[in-house]
């Protein structure tokens, strides 16, 4: 290739460009234009490889650690705290499963029937393991209860504010208000779920680990199940949780009803029930019901 190139230069310099054959000047000229792409392509190469930049992105420096990606994904033991390692420890950084201590149980009852209901409660509550309230409309008088194997008993505060049309004595507002009341209580130390149940609910605690396992206690979620009676279902809608086979809130859900609980039913003020009431809430917060067939409501009507 050299060879030609100095072959055309000295033609071109000894008879200029006018002297020489078509044929000739076409080969000539051909092989100069390849030439000079050839060299054009070898310099770019060289240059491409030999910049610092390409070269320290493939294979970065010791020097220049901080500012390639070898120093992201693998540090430089230099660089460490003296108390950590490359290596992560699984069992450390690992989240931890939903167990029962993460739970808060918010229990309605009432005076009236809380000295029989109590029995009830003790077939399941855990008392050194569990965590929850009894919600109560008044104190009951000259009445003994076993505190040690029971929830903690708390009185729900004034719902008179709440008008009812239906005039039953306001319970429906007050039941609807208990997971609100519990939040408030504070104590939220790796809380992740509230419970509402009724005080005749049986809660099998092994299952509903499990289930709420399932599911991101970080996000916003309404567990619970339909009535197993349809005309129950029909009355009240199936997007309902009904309290009596006890449904399930996550802690943030709990925290955004605590805070709009109280003026949203006063807007249903139309509607009987407290379960059908806190429904009325999650619709307006827009979360609907996640239906687990394990929360068993049964109604006798």
Same mark, same amino acid.
């Given at each position: ?38 060299? /054009? ?81 003790? $077939? ?11 919600? =109560? ?11 040690? =194997? ?61 289930? $709420? ?23 009240? /809608? ?32 139309? $509607? ?13 917060? /827009? ?6 067939? /394990? ?7």
């Amino acid at each position: 290739m050299s060879r030609d190139f100095n072959s055309l230069m000295k033609a071109i310099k000894t008879q200029g460009f006018s002297s020489l054959s078509s044929s000739s000047s076409f080969r000539l000229l051909s092989k100069l234009i390849l030439f000079i792409i050839i060299i /054009g392509f070898i310099t770019y190469t060289f240059h491409s490889f030999s910049s610092d930049n390409v070269a320290n992105f493939i294979r970065p420096s010791s020097s220049n650690s901080t500012n390639n990606v070898s120093s992201i994904i693998r540090p430089s033991s230099s660089k460490l705290p003296k108390n950590s390692s490359a290596n992560f420890d699984c069992k450390k950084t690992k989240k931890e499963t939903t167990q029962l201590h993460h739970l808060v149980f918010a229990i309605a009852s009432s005076s009236k029937v809380w000295q029989r209901r109590q029995n009830y409660v003790k $077939l399941w509550w855990k008392p050194d393991k569990m965590r929850g309230f009894v919600w =109560l409309d008044e104190r009951i008088k000259n009445q003994t209860f076993d505190h040690q =194997l029971l929830p903690t008993i708390k009185i729900s505060s004034n719902t008179s504010e709440f008008k009812d049309q239906y005039n039953n004595d306001e319970s429906a507002v007050r039941i609807a208000r208990v997971v609100s009341e519990t939040f408030r209580l504070g104590s939220h130390d790796n809380v992740r779920w509230f419970i509402m149940a009724d005080d005749d609910t049986f809660v099998v605690t092994d299952n509903l680990i499990r289930v $709420l396992r399932k599911y991101d206690h970080n996000q916003f979620y309404y567990i619970g199940g339909s009535s197993e009676t349809h005309v129950q279902n029909i009355i009240f /809608g199936y997007n309902t949780a009904f309290g009596g086979g006890g449904f399930a809130i996550s802690y943030p859900l709990a925290k955004a009803l605590a805070e709009i609980q109280d003026t949203c039913m006063k807007r249903y003020n139309n $509607l009987y029930t407290s379960d059908h009431r806190i429904q009325a809430c999650m619709a307006e917060i /827009g979360v609907p019901l996640t239906r687990e067939v /394990g929360f068993h409501q049964v109604c006798y009507i």
